[in-house]
């Protein structure tokens, strides 16, 4: 292989990718229902409530946080990577680190498939998710020296 | 040293044309899906296998031909019917390459990247490792050198089993006709490959020849009534090439460097992909009973909702 098909491959592979990208614009937000249907679709084990579960869509719409009704399922992340929905659990919430910065809620894991975690929300949005991961934390810990 | 083309360098102007005609079939028709970025990725990741495979070509040629010359039991020749031969062992040497490339964590890291894409299309086709030669497949061809097939052969027929292997990676294709269903690897045998239901896991691993599956039990048919959902149990959240080619090596390292004893630093490479000392993540055979216990009970679980059967929004 020369340096001349390397430039010729790498010419027509761009070209391919930005004809795919106007053939199939990526019109799909992520919203609550599907963040929920992707969750259950990666969790078959956990049990959702309704009335009980919160989903935290950042406000762009590209990721979502989502807590379990019942803290033994901690909580689960959803992100839109192109058109699909890329889902994470983590029944232990203290694998999860948050960090607050300029309005923007980090998720910091020791995670190589999924580099950053950001969900930008409103100020209630944050203090309840915090106030509702701590509780999960508080219980997860409650149970363990049960 | 016989002197054949390789038929995969000269088959990429067709692999970009064939690619682009899905793309607009699939825009025409709505029976292919693509995704800019991810199309983008899987070239990528083709071009990085290119030119990976001619930096280490070095190693499988000079062994091949090391094992060759030294214990070759027959002079097998060149002839018409050597290339035939060659082909159908070659093609059962994929099968089990293949095989176990799902079923050990070390081959696993580097055909993961083949099944990295949630996209199923003519490019998924070309999403191909760029670090297959570090682990043990490698050593698979060796009986073929040992029978007296001359190295350049076996490589010269493993390129036509990848060129034939392109057009299955497609949804525009519904079924063939019967009889070539059960005799050679179709696109629905190969969606059910790709396919991360736990109905589908670890099925259908031939190249073209479909016998190996029916003879050694791996054999799923795709249904109807369940379509396939095609990446990785756990997705990949980037598209980053270099992420995409090295994680589950990094996962390993990570694995062997924080286990206890020699002998789980030895079963994170040689067991299947999940395996835990404590069991607390999940093989494809674990998450499989649990689908078979789930439906077992018909717990009115979350399945209900579940995008396993809907495999696209």
């Not at chain 2, 070759?72 to 082909?87: H, K, S």
């Not at chain 2, 460097?257 to 607390?280: E, H, M, Q, V, Y």
């Not at chain 2, 674990?286 to 979350?302: D, G, T, Y």
Request: with cysteine; hydrophobic share 45%; proline share 4%.
């Amino acid at each position: 292989m020369d340096f001349v098909q390397i430039g010729g491959s790498l010419a027509a592979i761009v070209i391919l990718a930005l004809i795919a990208r106007w053939l199939y614009p990526n019109k799909a937000e992520l919203t609550e229902d599907r963040v929920i249907r992707n969750v259950a679709r990666y969790c078959p084990d956990t049990e959702l409530d309704a009335r009980a579960d919160k989903t935290y869509l950042s406000q762009d719409n590209k990721n979502a946080i989502f807590v379990f009704g019942q803290a033994r399922f901690g909580i689960a992340t959803a992100t839109a990577l192109g058109d699909r929905v890329v889902v994470r659990h983590y029944a232990d919430t203290s694998e999860v680190d948050f960090r607050l910065e300029n309005g923007k809620l980090s998720l910091v894991t020791d995670d190589f498939t999924q580099p950053s975690f950001t969900v930008a929300l409103g100020e209630d949005d944050v203090s309840n998710l915090l106030s509702a991961v701590n509780d999960t934390t508080a219980k997860d810990a409650n149970h363990a020296h049960a | 040293m016989l002197d054949l083309p390789a038929p995969t360098q000269l088959a990429v102007p067709a692999f970009v044309l064939l690619v682009l005609i899905e793309m607009i079939y699939g825009w025409k028709t709505g029976r292919s899906r693509f995704e800019g970025k991810d199309t983008f990725t899987s070239l990528i990741m083709g071009l990085g296998s290119t030119i990976s495979g001619a930096l280490t070509a070095a190693l499988s040629v000079g062994l091949g031909y090391w094992v060759w010359q030294n214990f070759a039991i027959f002079d097998m020749g060149a002839a018409l019917w050597v290339f035939v031969l060659a082909f159908i062992l070659d093609d059962f040497t994929y099968y089990w390459v293949h095989r176990m490339g799902h079923r050990m964590r070390w081959m696993w890291a580097a055909h993961v990247i083949h099944h990295s894409s949630q996209h199923y299309n003519l490019s998924t086709a070309l999403r191909q490792t760029w670090t297959g030669k570090f682990t043990p497949g490698l050593l698979f061809s060796m009986p073929l050198y040992v029978l007296g097939i001359e190295p350049a052969i076996v490589f010269f027929v493993s390129g036509m089993n990848l060129i034939y292997q392109f057009w299955i990676h497609t949804e525009a294709i519904d079924k063939m006709p019967r009889w070539f269903e059960y005799l050679f690897n179709t696109p629905s045998h190969h969606r059910v490959h790709h396919a991360n239901n736990p109905r589908y896991l670890d099925a259908n691993y031939a190249g073209v020849l479909m016998v190996w599956d029916r003879m050694f039990g791996s054999f799923i048919p795709e249904e109807k009534e369940e379509a396939c959902r095609y990446g990785l149990v756990t997705d990949l959240g980037t598209f980053n090439p270099l992420r995409v080619a090295t994680h589950e090596w990094v996962g390993i390292f990570k694995d062997v460097w924080s286990a206890k004893t020699w002998k789980d630093r030895a079963l994170f490479l040689l067991a299947p992909p999940g395996w835990t000392p404590d069991g607390s993540r999940m093989t494809s055979d674990m998450i499989r009973q649990a689908w078979l216990e789930r439906k077992k009970a018909q717990k009115p679980s979350n399945t209900a909702a579940s995008e396993a059967v809907v495999p696209a929004e």
